[in-house]
Structure formats: structure tokens, C-alpha cells
């Protein structure tokens, strides 16, 4: 996950995002047009609109701009469909439920889902301040009304954590696991936005940004943080092999 705490708060505080009113009127405030983009997949292809397809849009041009490898290769997985894109309120429900658990200071409950989609939206205003991107299996999720550096910085962050399947090996050994993955792929975000870490030790920055307890990461990890894999490239997509993963069977109500 990439949590909105700390550096993006500011982006995502707004209550109003300018997103809304053009999303308003391609009819009533909701993702419906049923069109779609050629260059990412959606998580809930039936529930797009045009407005929401050029905030991703906008976001890829800015990966694009990038000459680095790592911008080329996280490009070329969302184009080839390795990952899926929505925003924050097409949550399936399974991923409801993931992001409810990894958020109980919210209190959401599995039958506030229904509420996810509808027009100011308490509940996706609340997961939203909380974080700007999130995944599991190959589906990630960004908040709105973020600019589109941050966008494509959070889908560099976020593809990482698909390629080394995060949501697996996220809750293995606590807080050691959790630590390598997200300084890991904190790691690959500074490579491409540089200027936004600039002076910050990373180590730090992660362990405060996630309230984990310094103590209790194994004193070799912090000192090695940096573990495999950094680039989604072909080979990297071959072994993670996303269309093996089990889908779980489960209701929000
Ligand atoms: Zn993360």
C-alpha cells in the first residue's frame, strides 16, 4: 500500500475533487459511459468514464516522460494488462475487506461496501485520506485528485508490490515483512521522484510512516533492507505469473 500520510496529505484533503464536476456531467456523478482506454485495463471495466480514464491517462504520459528503465518497464506493464487500475471506490469486495483490515482504525465494516460508489462517499473519503494507492494480486487502486507525477509514482510503487506479490509476504513475520516490502518499493519511488525524498533516510521514513516498531525488525533487515525484485520486466511477470492467483469467494454485507 502507499499511504497517504505525511508527504501527499495535502492532495488529498480536498473534499471537492476537480474530477467530480466533469465526472457530474457525463451523467449523475457516477463511472457509466462504458468506454475504455487502450493503454491500462480497468479493475470494473462496466464503471468508467471518461474523466477518470484521462486522470490515468495523464499520469501514464508522465511515466512516459520518464527515460529510466523503471518507467519504461512499469508503462509497458500496465499497457500489457500485467496489473489492473481503478480508483479507491471500485474496490472489489474482497479488496474491501483487505483494505478494512489494514485500516481498523476507521471502523468500517464489510456492509459499509455498499456505500463505496455513491456520490461523496463517507466511506471512500475516509480510505482515501488514509491512502493514495493500494493492491492486491494485480489489482491497484489509486485515490483521486492526486496531480499525475504522484499517480505515476504511486503505480511505480504499487506495480512493485504486485511483481513481488506484497500481499502474500506483507504479513509473514510483522513488522520485518512488512518493512522490506514497503522500503522496497519506497526504494524504486525514489528512483523515479527523486525531489520528493530529497534529505530523507529512508529507513526512518517508512518505519515512521507505517507506526512500526523499530525494535522488533530484525536488526539485519535494517541493516539490508534492499531485497529483490526492483523492476517489472518480462522475466520478472514470468515468474510472478498473476493469472494463477485464487480469487477469493466472499460477501460484503
Ligand atoms: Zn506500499
Not at 25 to 43: A, C, H, I, N, Y
Not at 49 to 54: E, H, I, L, S
Not at 150 to 179: C, K, M, Q, W
Request: proline content about 5%; charged content about 25%; hydrophobic content about 35%.
Amino acid at each position: 500500500m502507499r499511504s497517504a500520510a505525511l508527504l501527499l496529505a495535502g492532495f488529498v484533503a480536498c473534499a471537492s475533487p476537480p474530477g467530480d464536476e466533469a465526472d457530474d456531467s457525463l451523467g449523475g456523478g457516477g463511472k457509466d459511459d462504458r468506454g475504455t482506454s487502450s493503454r491500462f485495463t480497468e479493475v470494473d471495466p462496466t464503471h468508467t468514464n471518461q474523466t477518470f480514464r484521462t486522470y490515468i491517462e495523464r499520469s501514464l504520459d508522465d511515466l512516459a516522460a520518464q527515460d529510466s528503465d523503471l518507467a519504461r518497464y512499469t508503462v509497458a506493464s500496465i499497457k500489457a494488462g500485467h496489473v489492473r487500475i481503478d480508483e479507491l471506490s471500485d474496490l472489489t469486495c474482497a479488496d474491501f475487506l483487505h483494505v478494512i483490515r489494514d485500516l481498523p482504525d476507521l471502523h468500517l465494516k464489510p456492509s459499509d461496501y455498499s456505500t463505496l460508489k455513491r456520490r461523496g462517499s463517507a466511506t471512500t473519503a475516509a480510505i482515501s485520506a488514509e491512502l493514495d494507492g493500494y493492491m492486491w494480486s494485480n489489482r491497484i487502486y489509486v485515490a483521486r485528485s492526486m496531480d499525475p507525477h504522484h499517480v505515476a509514482a504511486t503505480f511505480v510503487h504499487e506495480v512493485n508490490h504486485v511483481i513481488n506479490r506484497s500481499e502474500v509476504g506483507y504479513y509473514d513475520d510483522l513488522p520485518s515483512s512488512a518493512f522490506l516490502h514497503e522500503y522496497r518499493a519506497f526504494y524504486v519511488e525514489r528512483q523515479f521522484d527523486p525531489d520528493e525524498y530529497a534529505g530523507l533516510d529512508l529507513v526512518d521514513f517508512v518505519i515512521t510512516n507505517y507506526e512500526l516498531d523499530r525494535a522488533k525488525i530484525h536488526p539485519e533487515i535494517l541493516a539490508h533492507p534492499l531485497t529483490p525484485k526492483l523492476l517489472p520486466t518480462p522475466a520478472a511477470w514470468q515468474a510472478r505469473n498473476v493469472s494463477a492467483d485464487v480469487e477469493e469467494t466472499v460477501t460484503c454485507q
